[in-house]
């Protein structure tokens, strides 16, 4: 997943309008506009990552939808508990501040912190791996024995989401 990190950090920073090329040359600029530019590639990843983890909930709705056909509506609460846990970490991730503060935001982050941000970004990329293959046990273990279990497992790593998001945000807001 860094490939995908690495393409929108290139594809933001080649985006500059021939303005902003011009004052990245302006003493007192060049900082201004890099740290512009990271604020977008922040916004954009944050976006890339929520819009993954979209649709693994989409396929948790999917396999919710086939609980209840199947009749197991026992199960449903363990299910609809991964489901609100990722879509309350989708929200999160979507509301986040950027990772960059502007000139007069009150938050301040460095290169070295938005680079912790990155590497927790990255995290969340290879978690969303994780869920999927939570989500793939799931599915597959429908109407065994072993289902139980593997709803117990998508919920512990749909709650790893929330908290690597957690993690991510006290990175930020850190003295």
Known sequence: MSDEIDQIVRKVAGDLDPFKKILSNVPGFKGYIDRQIRRDQDKILRDTIASR??????????????????????????????????????????????????????????????????QYDAALFALAEDVSRAIDNAEASLGSDGFSAALRHLRTTAQHCIDLYERRAKAIFQE
């Not at 709705?61 to 199960?75: K, M, N, P, Y």
């Not at 363990?78 to 935001?105: C, H, M, N, T, V």
């Open 53 to 118: 983890f979209e649709e693994l909930w989409q396929r948790i709705s999917a396999l919710q939808r086939e609980v209840i056909s199947q009749g197991e509506l026992h199960l449903i609460d363990d299910l609809e508990s991964a489901a609100i846990k990722l879509r309350s970490f989708i929200d999160r991730i979507r509301r986040a501040p950027r990772g960059y503060s502007g000139l007069f935001d009150a938050v301040k982050i460095d290169t070295d912190e938005l680079e912790r941000l990155y």
